[in-house]
Structure formats: structure tokens, C-alpha cells
């Protein structure tokens, strides 16, 4: 009989341990989120600097004040430390924010090609007033 009592008493220890543990780490997960959550706004925001530099505030205005709203909101949650809501608003302001810097450089693109058009149709117009 002794020997079982010691018995439970090590599984219990064993339990013990593990449980504290496990709190011990669900405590400084939340601190890892928080800093992670940050280094998400940031990343957003360093997204929403980069998108609007590359003129998307001219050729894609709505895609950016998309990747606005949602970053400014990312920051209101991570201030309210609501941090898993602030990281995924941040991850999607930064979706947001490559879309509108693509779509500015697409129209931007565009618009260059359209230019090159013009001036080939006007060479080709000069071309074949020449050769009359």
C-alpha cells in the first residue's frame, strides 16, 4: 500500500508541474501575441507608407482608403488590447495596401503604354504622309 500512495503522489507532482507549466505559458502567449500584433501594425503601416508613395493615393485612392481604414482600426484594437482583432486587421490593411500599390503601378503601366501608342499611331500617320 505504500508504495502505491508514493505512486500517486509522483503522478500527482507530475500533473502538478505540467499544469503550471501550461499556465505559465498561456501567460506569456498573451504577451507574444501583443508583440507580434505590433510587429504586425507596423509592418502595415511601413505597406500603407510604401503604396502610397508609389502613387496610389492618385490611381487607386479607394484600394488605399480600404487599406486605411482597416489599419487605423488595427490600431484602435491593439490600444484596446484586443490583439488577436488588431493582427488580423493589420495582416489584411497590409493585403489591402499591396493591392492598391499594385493597382497604381497597373494604371500606371497603362497609362505609359497608352502614351506609346499615341506616338507610334502619330509616327505611323508621318510615315505614310512621307511616302505619298
Given at each position: ?26 501567460g506569456s502567449s498573451k ?102
Amino acid at each position: 500500500m505504500d508504495g502505491k500512495k508514493r505512486r500517486i503522489q509522483q503522478v500527482f507532482v507530475v500533473v502538478t508541474v505540467i499544469g503550471l507549466l501550461f499556465a505559465a505559458g498561456c501567460g506569456s502567449s498573451k504577451k507574444m501575441t501583443a508583440q507580434m500584433s505590433g510587429e504586425k501594425i507596423f509592418q502595415a503601416d511601413k505597406a500603407f507608407s510604401v503604396a502610397k508613395e508609389g502613387n496610389a493615393s492618385q490611381n487607386a485612392k479607394e484600394a488605399l482608403a480600404v487599406a486605411e481604414g482597416k489599419l487605423a482600426k488595427a490600431k484602435d484594437a491593439f490600444a484596446k488590447k484586443n490583439y488577436e482583432v488588431a493582427a488580423d486587421l493589420a495582416e489584411q490593411a497590409v493585403v489591402d495596401a499591396e493591392y492598391a500599390r499594385a493597382r497604381a503601378t497597373t494604371q500606371k503601366n497603362l497609362d505609359i503604354a497608352e502614351g506609346i501608342k499615341k506616338d507610334t499611331n502619330v509616327l505611323r500617320q508621318e510615315i505614310e504622309q512621307m511616302s505619298k
